[in-house]
């Protein structure tokens, strides 16, 4: 059985356009997961990218609650880009490494 590289690299093409679509899709689905009876309330999109954490005024004074949210969104995304730099390093450079370590960030 003889293999067509041009075959491949369609249908290569035909999987990188699907999962383009993918991600246009879970950007969209939209979750809030909650904490304390309500308290804690982070949401994230389908890509597990987070969108806003929303503390309870009790739980911290209200000078400091606006940048304690912020300051724990920041590091989420410190971490999650971490993980997905992590993933590329070990795909060792795949030029489709960066795409799936998202994909696979997300699945996480």
């Known amino acids: 059985m003889q293999i067509n590289p041009f075959e ?15 991600q246009r899709q879970f950007e969209s689905v939209v979750v809030t997961g909650s904490s304390g009876g309500g308290m804690v309330e982070v949401e ?3 890509l597990v990218e987070l969108q ?6 009790e739980l911290v004074n209200d000078d400091g609650r606006e ?11 410190d ?8 993933i590329g390093r070990k795909m060792g450079g795949l030029a489709y490494a960066q795409e799936l ?8």
């Open 67 to 77: 940048i304690l949210e912020s300051l724990i969104v920041a590091a989420f995304e």
């Open 44 to 46: 994230l999109n389908g």
């Open 79 to 86: 971490a999650r880009n971490r993980v997905k730099e992590a």
């Open 8 to 22: 491949i690299l369609k249908n290569m093409q035909k999987i990188q356009e699907q999962m383009g679509d993918m």
């Open 101 to 108: 370590s998202s994909i696979f960030t997300g699945m996480a």
């Open 52 to 57: 806003a954490i929303r503390i309870a005024p």
